[in-house]
């Protein structure tokens, strides 16, 4: 069984996952909500967005 690396977000520390995305990019997600051997981001499987989280998700953001 795959289980994905846990990281840790460079701005406050959260353990995250990267996960892809349907259209194929890759996502932070909070590690609490992704179990071993998931690899695509799913809300319906309760993952969450790291961006939805992380209190500096604002540093990274891409300008426009």
């Known amino acids: 069984m795959h289980i994905a690396p846990t990281r840790?977000?460079?701005?406050c520390q959260?353990?995250?996952?990267?996960l892809t995305t349907?259209?194929?990019k890759t996502m932070p997600v909070d590690a609490n909500t992704v179990?071993?051997?998931e690899r695509v981001f799913d809300?319906?499987?309760?993952?969450i967005?790291?961006?939805?989280t992380?209190?500096?998700a604002d540093d990274h953001r891409r300008e426009r």
Request: net charge positive.
């Open 49 to 52: 967005s790291h961006f939805a």
């Open 14 to 18: 959260a353990p995250i996952v990267w």
């Open 43 to 47: 809300v319906q499987a309760g993952h």
């Open 8 to 11: 840790h977000c460079k701005t």
């Open 22 to 24: 349907a259209q194929g």
């Open 54 to 56: 992380c209190p500096q």
């Open 35 to 37: 179990t071993p051997g």
